[in-house]
């Protein structure tokens, strides 16, 4: 029985540490998903504006009830400071980063745009040390290969933006249902689109940095969740309103249309939402971003198979820098991890000073305990002055 709840106990112990990993390395695979299936809904002449409303219309219909339900004993009162933030966070992420992302895919095209994600930890990283949520001692090596991994990582953005190269076909594709990217596209705007990804990837950070701040405030994972997809719902509708002026243009029927608003509503705003809140109050915000290169994995291999994309060798060499300046920064992620850790440790036994009776105290393990210290038989005068 004692080796069997040893077992146990260690099991439980790696399942926790695996979590975090398990959950964000899952998202990859829904935002890879969604890539394509919004490359796919915006060349069949879907507005961007609404198709992210409709996405936050299923979202908030999804996660709403779940959150009334699950939370209903452990919401904390809303506050006008909170629902500011919110409003903010509704705005950051649903409205600026998805509609400028959308843009930018449709100016380029899906394998570009989620290689071009890799930015995202390297511009978290940035906003995080601003706002103090990193520390950074350039006298430390895991300091040092953070701001280096950070800079390697805008040199590669800057080399997909300013080399093409030739087209590498990783997968020959025959004479199926070809869409034609914009890549092909004799108008494409490869810079502009650049352009547009870059303001994309700064509202995605800034939302991971309020996030970070507001679930402080207001600790409903959950809940959140809902006021964020609901207030992206409002504000998309009316910015759709304002840009979309064809009320035709809103109909949508059993097409892949319905099948990107529901899924990226779904998955890449309901569920991640969530997960990554979870996932951000354990591990901080530019872990939950450490991972976007395997989405771009992803969406590469299935862009070519599915879209017939055409990978050019820049976005390949941008790519490989990129991965490299990010896991550069991760590494040092980790030591600060290992450091974090051996200092809690090292305070595992730290004297407190005395508690109300008098007596003074110690914390062995995380428990303080009273002890005893016998009475010295030395006398101490005092001389004055």
């Known amino acids: 029985m004692g080796d069997q709840s040893s077992c146990v106990a260690t099991l439980s112990k790696v399942l926790n540490k695996v979590k975090p990993y398990l959950a964000i390395v899952s998202l990859q695979f829904g935002f890879a998903g969604m890539y394509i299936l919004s490359t796919i809904s915006l060349k069949h002449g879907m507005s961007n504006y609404i198709l992210a409303t409709y996405r936050h219309v299923v979202a908030t219909i999804v996660i709403a009830p779940f959150a009334i339900v699950l939370e209903r004993k452990i919401r904390p009162k809303m506050t006008l400071p909170i629902f500011l933030r919110i409003v903010a966070l509704g705005f950051l992420e649903p409205v600026l980063d998805q509609n400028l992302y959308y843009m930018g895919m449709k100016l380029t095209n899906a394998t570009y745009s989620s290689a071009f994600v890799n930015m995202l930890p390297a511009v978290t990283f940035i906003l995080a040390v601003i706002f103090r949520l990193e520390k950074v001692d350039p006298k430390k090596i895991r300091s040092v290969a953070k701001i280096v991994g950070t800079l ?72 959140l969740t809902a006021w964020i997809c609901f207030m992206g719902m409002v504000q998309d509708g009316l910015l759709s309103l304002i840009m979309v002026r064809d009320f ?35 591990r901080g915000p530019v872990f939950v971003t450490s991972f976007s290169p395997l989405c771009m994995i992803i969406t590469a291999g299935l862009g070519a198979f599915i879209l017939a994309e055409k990978v050019h060798l820049g976005s390949v060499l941008g790519a490989i820098i990129i991965v490299s300046g990010l896991y550069t920064v991760v590494w040092g992620k980790a030591k600060d991890g290992k450091q974090s850790e051996t200092d809690e440790k090292s305070n595992g036994l730290q004297e407190l000073p005395i508690t109300d009776n008098g007596r003074p105290m110690v914390a062995i393990d995380g428990t303080a305990k009273t002890i005893e210290i016998p009475a010295s038989n030395n006398t101490f005068g005092s001389r004055g002055t």
């Open 152 to 223: 390697i990582t805008v040199l590669g953005a800057m080399v997909m933006t300013l080399y093409k190269g030739p087209i590498i076909n990783f997968i020959k594709s025959g004479g199926g249902a070809h869409y034609v990217t914009a890549g092909e596209s004799a108008d494409q705007h490869w810079v502009s689109g650049t352009i547009v990804l870059l303001g994309s990837i700064f509202g995605w950070s800034s939302f991971f940095i309020l996030q970070s701040f507001t679930l402080k405030k207001y600790p409903a994972e959950l809940s």
């Open 248 to 282: 035709s243009a809103w109909k949508i029927g059993f097409d892949a249309r319905l099948l990107a608003a529901s899924y990226s509503g779904i998955v890449c705003s309901g569920i991640a939402y969530y997960v990554q809140g979870i996932v951000i109050r354990e």
